[in-house]
């Protein structure tokens, strides 16, 4: 699984959470990640795997912003939680926190993500070791619930977070990639 990137941009209530279920190719929850959060603390839970949750600080958003941008890194063997580019912590397959049930979801089963969350949470999926990979097609745009074709008269490129409406009055087919298939419509 290509690592995740969850991006927050509130104030931290004083108790909030998010969560993303893990699915295998069928479509089926075969694990989740829970991110806590608290004004001065934080946990992480990876079910089916921890006995309990880890405790960590509650990191400071980035300078000058609300921002926190958190990632999750799944390899074969770990999974380690980042904010703002530090390290919060890391899971690691057969240590002692870590139960016999948690091989699907450090192995290949996980196919896809989808979000659940009490706070307003934006997360796309980084494909940083996989120049290959993208994670929204040109003609798309990320959504809490994966990537959506852009509408009419409107287009966008790879990676996107959202369509841009073609200009001066123009245009285009549903699942438009770029400005140049924006077009004047025939007159009626």
């Given amino acids: 699984m290509a690592p995740l990137q969850l991006k927050i941009e509130i104030d931290i209530p004083e108790s909030s959470n998010f969560?993303?279920?893990?699915?295998?190719?069928?479509?089926?929850?075969?694990?989740?990640?829970?991110?806590?959060?608290?004004?001065?603390?934080?946990?992480?839970?990876?079910?089916?795997?921890?006995?309990?949750?880890?405790?960590?600080?509650?990191?400071?958003?980035?300078?000058?912003?609300?921002?926190?941008?958190?990632?999750?890194?799944?390899?074969?063997?770990?999974?380690?939680?980042?904010?703002?580019?530090?390290?919060?912590?890391?899971?690691?397959?057969?240590?002692?926190?870590?139960?016999?049930?948690?091989?699907?979801?450090?192995?290949?089963?996980?196919?896809?993500?989808?979000m659940k969350s009490a706070i307003p949470v934006f997360y796309r999926v980084l494909c940083l070791d996989n120049p290959n990979c993208v994670p929204c097609l040109a003609g798309s745009f990320m959504t809490d619930n994966g990537c959506v074709k852009c509408r009419e008269n409107t287009f966008s490129g790879p990676g996107a977070s959202s369509c841009t409406s073609c200009p001066d009055d123009k245009a285009s087919p549903t699942g438009s990639t770029s400005i140049d298939d924006c077009y004047y419509a025939p007159c009626s």
Avoid: M
């Avoid at 279920?21 to 479509?27: A, E, K, P």
């Avoid at 600080?57 to 530090?86: A, D, F, H, M």
């Avoid at 912590?89 to 240590?95: A, L």
């Fill in 19 to 114: 969560t993303l279920r893990l699915l295998d190719s069928n479509g089926e929850k075969i694990g989740s990640i829970e991110i806590g959060i608290w004004k001065v603390a934080a946990y992480f839970l990876i079910t089916p795997c921890h006995e309990g949750v880890i405790l960590i600080s509650n990191p400071e958003p980035l300078q000058n912003t609300k921002t926190r941008i958190w990632t999750v890194e799944p390899s074969e063997n770990t999974i380690v939680l980042r904010c703002n580019g530090y390290e919060l912590g890391r899971v690691v397959k057969g240590s002692s926190l870590v139960l016999d049930t948690c091989d699907d979801i450090f192995g290949t089963k996980v196919n896809s993500v989808s």
